[in-house]
């Protein structure tokens, strides 16, 4: 099957008027997947009760147990919401944290998720703990010695991002994982970047919780995230909203507790009220997709195309890299003489039809670029024409 950057164009339902350098964002999903996830929503609007009911649990065991070999873990382990945000807010919402511990992040996180890391650290009075990561960065070992140097006796868990939002950068996450452990320390990862970007093997990472995206770089419909909790954390964990799958431990509930799954976990969180999770079904029509159409292939080449790209404006600008070559897959964050970033950004659309973040991130401005399947070299030609005139 053909997977040139050409032929994917057309399986995808972009606006062919843009130059979108941005699927790290929101993702694009093929038309394909899309179809597939429009007739589960046809199919729940024509039998609403029968697939509410029924349909719903089938469903999402299959959709469980596609996504769990993808990743590599028990199905049991993992569950779906809607984005890493929700993930991350649950595990807050479970994991014990005196007022004397520390929580070890960086500064370079999801702002969503330090804003509930920082009001979840104010209410309880433990301190949470953001390493300085200088850019640029110079290789791993300086990263990780600049990172470890921020934790204490008192470092209780690591909850840090395998790929950064704002930089676009691979962190070291295995090292991490490895050396938390060493030191008792408990894994928070926010994979929101990572399935089908990165591998992901999640057995062999052995993190406590991780999360990722599945509307991003799989492809599957907007709102379609997972949650994996090791299984020995499990015992007691809590859904936020407490629904017709939990209450299995208590006397007055047991006789209309819904049981679809041996797993308390999967009971407990699998039913959040009616929701439409038509997205949650697509998980294997996205990987089927991805398989048809080569797609180690086309992550190579978009991967490639993200370091001609950072290379050629470079020699524009003359700014540093503020990362090595090896410390990217699909995305990378440029450093951009830029005084207005907000201007900035309407006259890429406006004048240029680029659709990509504009962002100043400490005392640096810059902008993210991310390379799907569907990027040309056309594309890649037209920012790079449209930065020299704007420079």
């Known amino acids: 099957m053909d997977n040139s950057s050409d032929a994917l164009k057309s399986k995808f339902l972009l606006d062919p008027e843009i130059t979108f350098l941005n699927h790290g964002s929101y993702g694009s999903c093929p038309k394909p997947v899309f179809e597939v996830y429009q007739k589960y929503q046809t199919d729940l609007e024509s039998h609403p009760i029968k697939f509410m009911q029924e349909d719903v649990y089938k469903l999402l065991e299959i959709s469980r147990e596609s996504l769990s070999h993808y990743v ?10 809607t984005n890493p945000t929700q993930a991350v807010g649950t595990v807050i919402h479970n994991i014990l944290i005196n007022s004397n511990d520390e929580v070890l992040s960086t500064n370079l996180e999801y702002g969503s ?12 009075g433990y301190k949470y ?3 300085e990561i200088n850019l640029p960065i110079e290789d791993k070992e300086t990263f990780l010695n600049q990172f470890w140097s ?20 691979i962190l070291p996450i295995p090292e991490i994982v490895a050396e938390a452990k060493k030191r008792g320390i408990k894994t928070i990862i926010d994979g929101a970047h990572v399935p089908a970007h990165i591998p992901l093997d999640i057995k062999e990472l052995d993190p406590d919780y991780y999360t990722g995206a599945l509307h991003k770089w799989l492809c599957c419909p907007k709102g379609s995230s997972f949650l994996y909790v090791k299984k020995e954390k499990q015992d007691g964990i809590q859904p936020m909203l407490k629904s017709w799958g939990w209450g299995e431990e208590y006397e007055k509930f047991k006789s209309s507790v819904q049981l679809h799954s041996p797993s308390r976990f999967i009971n407990v969180f699998q039913w959040q009220g009616t929701n439409d999770m038509s997205t949650f079904f697509t998980v294997p029509e ?16 978009s991967i490639n195309m993200v370091i001609e790209a950072r290379n050629r404006i470079n020699e524009i600008t003359k700014l540093p890299k503020i990362c090595p070559d090896n410390w ?12 207005d970033t907000v201007a900035f950004k309407k006259t890429l659309y406006n004048d240029y039809q680029i659709e990509m973040p504009v962002m100043r991130h400490i005392e640096h401005t810059a902008f993210r670029i ?11 030609d037209h920012l790079i024409n449209a930065l020299e005139e704007l420079i």
């Open 328 to 339: 990217l897959g699909q995305m990378a964050t440029i450093l951009f003489p830029i005084d």
């Open 150 to 169: 921020y934790a204490s006796d008192q470092t209780k868990y690591v909850f840090i991002s395998q790929i950064t939002s704002t930089t676009g950068m």
């Open 370 to 380: 991310s390379i799907q399947g569907y990027n040309t070299q056309a594309d890649i």
């Open 286 to 301: 996205a990987i089927q997709f991805q398989e048809e159409h080569d797609w180690d292939s086309v992550r190579s080449r």
């Open 113 to 124: 998720c330090d804003r509930m890391w920082t009001y979840d650290a104010d209410q309880k």
């Open 72 to 81: 590599n873990c028990d199905k049991d382990d993992l569950i779906f919401v």
């Open 129 to 131: 703990i953001q390493a």
